[in-house]
């Protein structure tokens, strides 16, 4: 079982950065690969970024591609998601994500899910 919370949200304008953070509570946060996806209102989920167990391998939607990074320290049970960059459109409940079975791409390939934290990107 693992438990999620994310914090580093807020209000930021366009151009601007964010980072946020993931604390996982468990002894075994090392092995589970992480997932941060996003909600806007009225849309669907959506994938934005994962990493593997040990972050030698990760995946960014086209829609952050050059402007977020993922990144993990297994020593502090957290995963950070670096925002830069920001557009209107990348305003959105972020979620973090871990499961077992290794980074994807896909929302139902994750067992743990975050309450999220919002980010607000004025134009």
């Known amino acids: 079982q693992v438990q999620l919370v994310e914090s580093g949200g807020g209000l930021v304008q366009a151009g601007g950065s964010l980072r946020l953070s993931c604390a996982a509570s468990g002894r075994t946060f090392s092995s589970y690969a992480m997932g941060w996806f996003r909600q806007a209102p009225g849309k669907e989920r959506e994938f934005v970024a994962a990493i593997s167990w040990r972050g030698g391998i990760t995946y960014y939607a086209d829609a952050v591609k050059g402007r977020f990074t993922i990144s993990r320290d297994n020593a502090k049970n957290t995963v950070f998601l670096q925002m830069d960059s920001l557009k209107p459109e990348d305003t959105a409940v972020y979620y973090c994500?871990?499961?077992?079975?290794?980074?994807?791409?896909?929302?139902?390939?994750?067992?743990?899910w975050g309450q999220g934290t919002q980010v607000t990107v004025s134009s």
């Open positions: 994500t871990a499961d077992r079975r290794g980074a994807a791409t896909r929302a139902d390939a994750y067992d743990y």
